[in-house]
Nanobody
Framework: QLQLVESGGGLVQPGGSLRLSCAAS????????IGWFRQAPGKEREGVSC????????NYADSVKGRFTISRDNAKKTVYLQMNSLKPEDSAVYYC?????????????????????WGQGTLVTVSS
């Protein structure tokens, strides 16, 4: 059974940093692309960043380019999202999701396509 568990959320001041983790169990992470998505109150869920199974390809939403970095450690079965220079508009529940079959990391992130499993989410609040 595919299971994903996010952690690392919390309250941070504008300009601060957080690192989110997505721990996988019940499946071989090596075969799956992983994406980070977020949903703020009253808004649709959106793709933040996605990474291919090998880690060789990544995609970022324009709003986070240059501030967020996605990475993965398949040996530890964990995918990370390093978030720097956080802004109040980054506040949301952050979810990770896994996809076995994707066309590109772009379509995975933009279209939320082909997602096989979701985590329960971790709340990020950026506020002074």
């Amino acid at each position: 059974q595919l299971q994903l568990v996010e952690s690392g959320g919390g309250l941070v001041q504008p300009g601060g940093s957080l690192r989110l983790s997505c721990a996988a169990s019940g499946f071989t992470l090596d075969y799956y692309a992983i994406g980070w998505f977020r949903q703020a109150p009253g808004k649709e869920r959106e793709g933040v960043s996605c990474i291919s199974s090998s880690g060789g390809r990544t995609n970022y939403a324009d709003s986070v380019k240059g501030r967020f970095t996605i990475s993965r450690d398949n040996a530890k079965k964990t995918v990370y999202l390093q978030m720097n220079s956080l802004k109040p508009e980054d506040s949301a529940v952050y979810y990770c999701a896994a996809a076995l079959h994707i066309t590109t990391v772009q379509t995975m992130c933009v279209g939320l396509n082909g997602l096989d499993a979701w985590g329960q989410g971790t709340l990020v609040t950026v506020s002074s």
